[in-house]
């Protein structure tokens, strides 16, 4: 059954080309959008009758010595799940786009066919070459749909930097493995104590762990598929984690993972609160997925972290879509209220079992840390779904309409799908006593959210101090006065004056030369 496979990758890059030549063709531009949301809802579909379980090589190098030498693809359920809910999330962006009557960008729909094709392969990586190999692809394409959507250039040089930065640590540590003798295969792999640290360092980079935070958009772009494929920079290190967490033999990680997982999602959950509009909205989420991992590393659950990550995906596409309303709107809300209720772990969410291992650490202290956090992130996607303004917002004719309605019933769909098919633990009652707890708190936090607004406001460059921008700015800032100069310098040396520079440097070897 692994032909599959290659009919997939053949799918998502014909369906490129196909979506690049309309867009070239100027009388085939107005069939774009529906294009684009009709290809990727095959290639969804076709998704749905993979195998869940499957494996096949794609090539092996020579000489073995290069970082083992295969490239592989291993398939399991909870990847099948995942990507299922990528796919639908996107198809159904896609769909309710087609409804909103904009302008598609150029190479939108061939930008999302790529990316998402890369982001199954990279989840299905079963070896460190594949990884790396889908890492390096993955940011180049990654770069291009955030310049293509608008993003803030400096911003999007940091993360690219940050991610490039892990890729290259992740070379480094496939090196070590070599070098101890250790296979370059996931499920072979026993890798030693330092290459399992920095290996867990690589993909909290990728993820976002403070003060790596800068990884993730929080500008909503013009496109919302383009807005999401954006966010999922973090899943190629969900990917990552997702491997070492399925080693064999691998017991428990280590406290500092854990500590540095819950004081970031405390950071994003304070900055969250402090912001307003939309901006809240991605920091929120991306606070959401930081609780995700954590509770997966501390339980332990490879499974559950990657169907928590494609329930966050879908949650958060409802959520990009979500327009202002009228109060005789409020119908419109649902999908909001849908996508909140299962980011702050309501059953049967599976999320519902990952924020349990937030409060299950041995530590009491990294506990109240862990419902202080959460309770940050519930209260601001909960403030997110009650925001009012003038003008309606419904499609004006009746298939528009029914073309966003059937976007959303199909991420919808999907969310429920995979829910009804995880087993909710219910865990020690301490835990689910605190995870009670802290959604008390979030309810009081976003129903007082002006007041604690204002609070924060007081300190906003306590905010903006800790949060680092300024000193990505003032980085970014000094590289450009220091390419400056270089340029100056070379202006001098190679421009018009090169000459006299040559005469200047003959006639002091002269004079050294006569001196002697």
């Known amino acids: 059954m692994v032909y599959f496979f290659p009919l997939l990758i053949y799918m998502g890059i014909g369906g490129g080309v196909l979506l690049l030549a309309t867009n070239a063709i100027p009388k085939l531009r107005i069939i774009h959008k529906p294009l684009a949301a009709a290809w990727m809802t095959l290639l969804t579909v076709v998704w749905a009758t993979v195998p869940l379980s499957a494996t096949w090589v794609l090539s092996v190098w020579a000489p073995m010595s290069v970082t083992g030498g295969w490239l592989i693809l291993d398939l399991s359920p909870e990847i099948w799940w995942a990507t299922l809910m990528f796919g639908a999330a996107v ?16 190479f939108g729909g061939t930008l999302l066919l790529f990316l998402f094709t890369v982001t199954w392969l990279a989840l299905s990586a079963g070896s460190v070459l594949m990884t790396l190999a889908l890492w390096a692809i993955f940011d180049i394409a ?17 993360a690219a930097a940050v991610q490039g930065f892990a890729s290259v640590l992740l070379w480094t540590i496939s090196l070590f493995l070599l070098r101890e003798g250790t296979s370059g295969i996931w499920w072979l792999m ?23 935070q800068i990884v993730n958009t929080e500008v909503l772009s013009r496109s919302h598929p383009l807005t999401l494929m954006s966010i999922m920079n973090p899943i190629m290190g969900i990917a990552l984690l997702y ?9 428990v990680l280590p406290v500092w993972v854990v500590t540095w997982g819950i004081l970031s999602l405390l950071w994003l959950g304070i900055k969250a609160l402090s912001f307003r509009g939309r901006q809240a909205l991605l920091v929120a989420g991306h606070a959401a997925l930081l609780g995700v991992v954590t509770g997966a590393l501390v339980l332990g659950d490879a499974a559950l972290l990657l169907l ?3 329930t966050w995906v879908a949650c958060m596409a409802l959520l990009i879509v979500t327009k202002r309303f009228e109060r005789r709107d409020f119908y419109l809300v649902w999908p909001a209220a849908i996508a909140v209720c299962f980011l702050i772990g ?47 917002v419904r499609p004006p004719h009746m298939y528009l309409l029914l073309s966003a309605l059937a976007g959303l019933v199909l991420i919808v769909a999907v969310i429920i799908g995979a829910a009804v098919h995880v087993d909710l633990a219910a865990g020690a009652p301490v835990s689910l006593l605190l995870w009670t707890a802290a959604l008390v708190l979030a309810l009081v936090l976003a129903h007082f959210s002006n007041i604690v607004q204002r609070s924060l406001d007081r300190l906003r460059f306590l905010v903006d101090l800790v949060d680092l921008q ?21 202006d001098v040396v190679e421009g018009s004056g090169s000459v006299l520079w040559s005469l200047l440097i003959v ?10």
């Open 91 to 106: 198809s159904g962006l896609l769909w309710v786009e087609l409804a909103e009557r904009r302008i598609a960008l150029s």
């Open 142 to 158: 990654w770069v291009v749909v955030r310049l293509v959507a608008g993003q803030e250039g400096e911003r999007v040089v940091w």
């Open 190 to 212: 026993r890798p030693s104590n330092s290459s399992l640290v920095l290996l867990l360092i690589a993909g909290l980079m990728r993820v976002g762990f403070y003060p790596f």
């Open 243 to 251: 491997r070492l967490i399925s080693l064999p033999g691998l017991v």
């Open 308 to 310: 928590g990550t494609g």
């Open 346 to 392: 309501a059953p049967p969410s599976p999320l519902f079992s990952l924020y349990r291992g937030l409060f299950e650490v041995p530590s009491w202290p990294l506990r109240i840390f862990g419902m202080l956090a959460f309770a940050g992130t519930a209260a601001a996607l909960l403030r997110s779904t009650s925001r009012q303004a003038q003008g309606r």
């Open 470 to 490: 300024w000193l990505y700015s003032a980085v970014w800032e000094g590289s450009e006065n220091m390419l400056g100069v270089l340029r100056a310098t070379a």
């Open 507 to 516: 006639l002091l070897v002269l004079m050294i030369m006569g001196s002697r």
